[in-house]
């Protein structure tokens, strides 16, 4: 089992930029897929993106294709989301999750979640 510990959010205008990271503990964890959600006030948790294991393959949600980039460095136990270009729209808590075998955008197929930290965009 994995705790999974997010941290880098804050307060940015928009079209400016951040770097989430996702911090996990266990030495299991090169063999997890491992998933951005994200949750505005008042609406359901969306998934946002995805990295496989290896960090081979990427997913991303449409809203965030092309603004938003995962990565992953299984050395240091450490999954990063870089956000640019942002927007009012992607205020909220974002969350990262880890779940075995692929990618998945469905929450309820990941195991262990993290507390969340939150991102607002405001100008």
């Known amino acids: 089992q994995l705790q999974l510990v997010e941290s880098g959010g804050g307060l940015v205008q928009p079209g400016g930029s951040l770097r989430l990271s996702c911090v996990a503990s266990g030495s299991r964890f090169r063999y997890y897929a491992i998933g951005w959600f994200r949750q505005a006030p008042g609406k359901e948790r969306e998934w946002v993106s995805c990295?496989?294991?290896?960090?081979?393959?990427?997913g991303y949600a449409d809203s965030v294709t092309g603004r938003f980039t995962m990565s992953r460095d299984n050395d240091k136990n450490t999954v990063y989301l870089q956000m640019n270009n942002l927007k009012p729209e992607d205020t909220a808590v974002y969350f990262c999750?880890?779940?075995?075998?692929?990618?998945?955008?469905?929450?309820?197929?990941?195991?262990?979640w993290g507390p969340g930290t939150q991102v607002t965009v405001s100008s």
């Open positions: 999750a880890n779940r075995g075998g692929r990618c998945s955008p469905h929450g309820g197929e990941y195991d262990s």
């Open positions: 990295v496989s294991s290896a960090g081979a393959t990427t």
